[in-house]
Every structure is written in structure tokens, then in C-alpha cells.
């Protein structure tokens, strides 16, 4: 461990350790997918408030958030101040708030809210005032879910493989286990084609085990635009009928390793996840009929695109189960792309009978659509919904029965371009003024990592360049040596940038594993 990490770590036990003793909490749990955009508005707020709070998210998939968040079997018991105890039998939520890339189903949306209304000695009727209805789904995030290979030689990008939802469905289903299938090949470029043709071992195909917002988006995509390859009922979160020859990889992480570890594999993951772990991308056939990767369609505004043509229901506490946004129209649309969702109790003062946990849960919900705290958010891949759904869900966060005296949540911020003198120095605030000298630090590599990769792509372009064409430069050196001095020229150059590139490379990795630790 570095020393920086140690003395990181020290700072920390000294901050927690410090103060009153109060310690304020809130605990979430759900999909991997949007976790590091979650666990950086929650290391800002620790690291930004005046009192010591502890903000924490369990990245475990966005079924086994529904789960905790539902609590269909946990029972317990609220004191009302005043009235008499209510005792809760089932649906008490083992955490704070739940997320999920996917809603929650109608039938546990209709069983969440019946059960409450049994509990508060009234008839569930179903209406939409929503007076009987107990959750809401707060969108905060749109990304992408695309499909991730290591086939030997084949570039990432445009210049990369192109495969259509068949060629996919075939793939995952075992139909095809060869690279070098007639239908993938006859979508490829010829250099492509060359590469295709060498490869021997079948395809290692990796899918995920536990349930998983990808596995049920991906499945969705397949079912949606090649039925016949993959039939509805493979259309699942966690899907148990897999073809025998594909390999279970569990979670994100062991996505990543089963796609790294075994050269020719394919698997999908959310996009963030595979562009940070810089694996190289399909090029999907979206609806339109164009061949692009997630990153393309990222930076082009093909992922926000999909939400113009969804629909969504006008209100945060309604039945979201029918909402989707997978194969939109456009040029540069990308066709699997998921919202992000936290789920939240509207009776949460039941569960959360701490005042200061109630107030700085609902101004970490605050954050999710500012841009103070969210912009980060973009970097990692993500974009942020539509107005119209975030004004939805800024209305969802005020239904929320918060409790709180005069109806004012005690907790507030000073942004980082504003100073406000006495008030910024409050308990309750929230404060882009302050940082750590750790946070620093890492923003500053953060930076730095940012510009070597630059560098790097830039020196591998220059390199292309210079390497390139039947007159080339490099190509002319030896070609054309007439002399000893003529080859020493040419070796030295090639020494040159190979040693450039390394160096560069090795000096990325200590940075990246500085920020991130190792996997």
C-alpha cells in the first residue's frame, strides 16, 4: 500500500473519530451500473459536511436492491409520536433506498402498496390520487449497456467487429461458436475478415449469474429485434436456461476478467464500466440500421436521444414496469439504453426516524439532479434524463412524507462558487468549500491520467501515421537504406517511440491504480 493511501486512510479515521459523536448515516444498495456515480456524490457529501456523516452504497445488482428495498418478509414496528404503535408485518425496507436500471414490477409495485394500506387499517384501491401509494421511482441517470469482446487483433471503434442482434442472439444461444460464422463475416471488412479467418478456438461466452439490470436489457434487446433465436421467455434479469456452453461471470468485476483472462470472449456489461476498464467494443446495428459502439453514440448524444421517444408516466409514485427505452429511432441512437432509478419509500419517516438522516437523504436525492454534484457523472458515461422526466422526479422527492418541522429540511449547501459568510459555517451545511487534502490529490491524477491517455492516443495515431502506406516513412527507411547509417536511423526510431509509448503506458497504470486500487 502507498504511503499517500496510508496517511489518505489515517486522515480518515481522524475525521470520523473527531467531533461529538454524532454520526449521521444513510445506506443504499442496488445496481452496479451507476455505482460509481453514486459513490462520488457520497464521498463529496462526507467529505463536504461539517459534522460527520457516512453515506454507503452495496453495488449488488438491481434485483438484489428491488429485494432489500421491498423487504416483502422483514417485519417491525413504528412509533408515531402520539398515536398508538403501528406493527408492520411485511415491507420494511432493509435499507434506506434501493436502485435499479430496471422498475419495480407491477405485481410488487400493487403487493408494496396494498400492504401498506392493510397496515394503516384502509382498502388498497388502486387509485392515482396518490394518497394509497407508498413508493416512488426517482430517475436520475441514463446509460448504456453494450456488448464487449477480446478477440486477438480486432481494434476497438469504428474500425472494430460489426454484429446485428442475430448474430448475437446465435452467439449467446451456442448456434454459432465460431468467429469466423458466414454471417458475422459477411458484415465485416476485410481486414476484419483476415483476422477472423485465423482464429481456431470456439467462443468463450460470458453472461452474468446473479440477476442483473444488463441481463434483463440485453435479453430484452435480443427477444425484440430476433425472435426467433430468442424467445420470450429468455427474457429475464436472472436468467437460469443459459446454453451450456457459455461461462458464468459474476458481477461487473468478473465480467471484466472472464473478457480479459481468455482471448476470443464476449460478453456485455454496462458501457461506463467497459470503457474505464478500456476493453474494445462491438460495433451494434442500431434501429436505423447504422453500425456504432456506445461511446460513439455517447459523445454524438445517442444515449439521451433514446428518452425523446420514451414514455414515461407523469408522476414519480405511479407504475413505471411498462417504461423502456431500448431500440429508439435515430442516426446515432444507441439501442440498449437504461435509465437509472432510486426507489424511496414515501412513508420513509417510518424507517428513517432520525430527522438528520431524513434531511440529508433527501438532499443527497437533491444532488442526483445538480450539476454541481452530477457533472462528474457525465464523465463516467452517463447523461442526465430528459427536463421533463427530472422535473417528475423533483416533484417525487417533495411527496415524500420527510416530517420535518415548518416543512424545511435543516440541511442545505454552499456551492463552490458561492461564499456565504457565517451561514456556510452552519451544522447542516453542506459546503463545495471544503475538501480533503486526499480528494485533491486524486482529482489532481484524475487529471493527469486524463492527459496521458491523450498522449498515448495521440502517439499511437503519430505512430499509424508514420508507419502507414507504401511510401511511409518508416517503410521508406529501410526500403531505401543505403547505408549502415541509414538502418541505425530507422531501428533508433522505432526504439524511440516504442520506448515513448511504454513509458507512458507504465506511468498510466501507477496512476490508475493510485486512484482506483487494485481489482
Not at 231 to 248: F, G, I, M
Request: glycine content about 10%.
Amino acid at each position: 500500500m502507498k504511503i499517500t493511501q496510508v496517511a489518505a486512510i489515517f486522515l480518515a479515521s481522524i475525521r470520523f473519530a473527531a467531533g461529538d459523536g454524532e454520526v449521521v448515516t444513510i445506506h443504499g444498495s442496488g445496481t452496479t451500473n451507476p455505482s460509481k456515480c453514486i459513490w462520488h456524490i457520497m464521498s463529496l457529501f462526507e467529505e463536504q459536511s461539517q459534522i460527520t456523516t457516512r453515506l454507503t452504497y452495496r453495488a449488488v445488482g438491481s434485483t438484489t436492491g428491488g429485494i432489500e428495498f421491498l423487504g416483502v418478509a422483514n417485519s417491525g414496528t413504528y412509533t408515531d409520536p402520539g398515536n398508538s404503535p403501528i406493527v408492520l408485518d411485511s415491507h420494511v425496507p432493509h435499507n434506506d433506498f434501493g436502485a435499479g436500471d430496471i422498475p419495480i414490477k407491477k405485481a410488487a409495485y400493487d403487493a408494496l402498496n396494498e400492504a401498506v394500506e392493510v397496515q394503516n387499517g384502509n382498502e388498497y384501491t388502486g387509485s392515482e390520487e396518490g394518497a394509497n401509494l407508498h413508493m416512488v421511482h426517482l430517475p436520475f441517470a441514463m446509460s448504456s449497456v453494450s456488448f464487449f469482446h477480446s478477440i486477438p487483433g480486432v481494434p476497438d471503434g469504428s474500425k472494430g467487429i460489426k454484429l446485428d442482434a442475430c448474430d448475437l442472439a446465435r452467439i449467446f444461444n451456442g448456434s454459432v461458436q465460431q468467429w469466423n460464422d458466414a454471417e458475422i463475416m459477411s458484415k465485416q471488412t476485410d481486414e476484419i475478415k483476415g483476422i477472423l479467418e485465423t482464429l481456431d478456438e470456439s467462443i468463450y461466452v460470458s453472461r452474468r449469474v446473479e440477476g442483473s439490470s444488463s441481463t434483463k436489457s440485453i435479453t430484452q434487446f435480443l427477444h425484440a429485434k430476433c425472435p426467433n433465436e430468442w424467445p420470450a421467455d429468455n427474457v429475464q434479469s436472472k436468467l437460469e436456461d443459459w446454453h451450456v456452453s457459455t461461462h458464468a461471470c459474476q458481477g461487473s468485476a468478473g465480467m471484466t476478467d472472464c473478457l480479459k483472462e481468455n482471448p476470443g470472449a464476449i460478453g456485455y456489461l454496462d458501457s461506463g464500466h467497459g470503457w474505464s476498464e478500456e476493453l474494445a467494443e462491438v460495433n451494434l446495428k442500431n434501429e436505423d440500421g447504422a453500425y456504432l459502439t456506445s461511446r460513439y453514440a455517447h459523445e454524438k448524444g445517442g444515449i439521451a436521444d433514446a428518452a425523446v421517444s420514451g414514455v414515461t408516466p407523469d408522476r414519480a409514485d405511479l407504475d413505471w414496469s411498462a417504461v423502456n427505452f431500448l431500440n429508439k429511432s435515430g442516426p446515432v441512437t444507441w439501442p440498449i439504453v437504461v435509465m437509472s432509478y432510486a426507489y424511496v419509500r414515501k412513508d420513509v419517516n417510518r424507517f428513517m426516524q432520525n430527522v438528520e438522516e431524513r434531511g440529508l437523504m433527501k438532499l443527497f436525492l437533491e444532488a442526483l439532479y445538480d450539476e454541481e454534484y452530477f457533472g462528474n457523472c457525465k464523465k463516467l458515461g452517463f447523461s442526465a434524463p430528459p427536463n421533463s422526466v427530472v422535473e417528475i422526479a423533483k416533484n417525487g422527492i417533495d411527496s415524500i412524507n420527510w416530517s420535518f418541522a415548518n416543512n424545511e429540511n435543516m440541511w442545505e449547501h454552499e456551492y463552490a462558487g458561492e461564499t456565504r459568510a457565517i451561514a456556510g459555517m452552519g451544522k447542516y451545511v453542506i459546503s463545495g468549500k471544503r475538501k480533503s487534502l486526499a480528494g485533491v490529490a486524486i482529482e489532481d491524477i484524475a487529471g493527469a491520467e486524463a492527459k496521458l491517455k491523450d498522449n498515448v492516443v495521440y502517439l499511437k495515431e503519430s505512430f499509424d501515421e508514420f508507419v502507414k502506406g507504401e511510401e511511409g516513412e518508416f517503410k521508406y527507411l529501410f526500403k531505401h537504406a543505403e547505408s549502415d547509417r541509414q538502418e541505425t536511423q530507422a531501428a533508433l526510431v522505432l526504439a524511440a517511440l516504442s520506448f515513448t509509448m511504454w513509458g507512458i503506458v507504465i506511468v498510466g497504470y501507477g496512476a490508475k491504480h493510485f486512484c482506483y486500487g487494485s481489482k
